[in-house]
């Protein structure tokens, strides 16, 4: 557990310009990071204990936030 929130673009600090122009022109790409968005802060809340879950329920959510951020990655790459 890192209680460390892994913002978009701290995780892919090189694409951080394309991250924003891909958020504003691509839908499909929007989508994706306001899914990992949300994500990524339900983790973070139950990571710091502000919204707790149970252990099985916060490795599921960690799991969808490691599988939209490599779907993220390979749009970005792209």
């Known amino acids: ?10 995780e892919f600090p090189q694409y951080a ?10 839908s499909h790409f929007a989508k994706l990071a ?7 802060r339900a983790v973070h809340r139950a990571e710091t ?3 707790p879950v149970e252990e099985l329920t916060e490795v ?5 936030r490691a599988a939209l951020k490599d779907e993220i990655y ?3 790459k792209g």
């Open 1 to 10: 557990m890192s209680n460390t929130p892994h913002e978009l673009h701290e």
């Open 17 to 26: 310009e394309k991250i924003g122009a891909l958020k504003a022109s691509d």
């Open 34 to 40: 306001d899914e990992y968005h949300k994500i990524n």
């Open 49 to 51: 204990l502000v919204e």
């Open 60 to 64: 599921e959510m960690r799991k969808q």
């Open 74 to 76: 390979a749009y970005l």
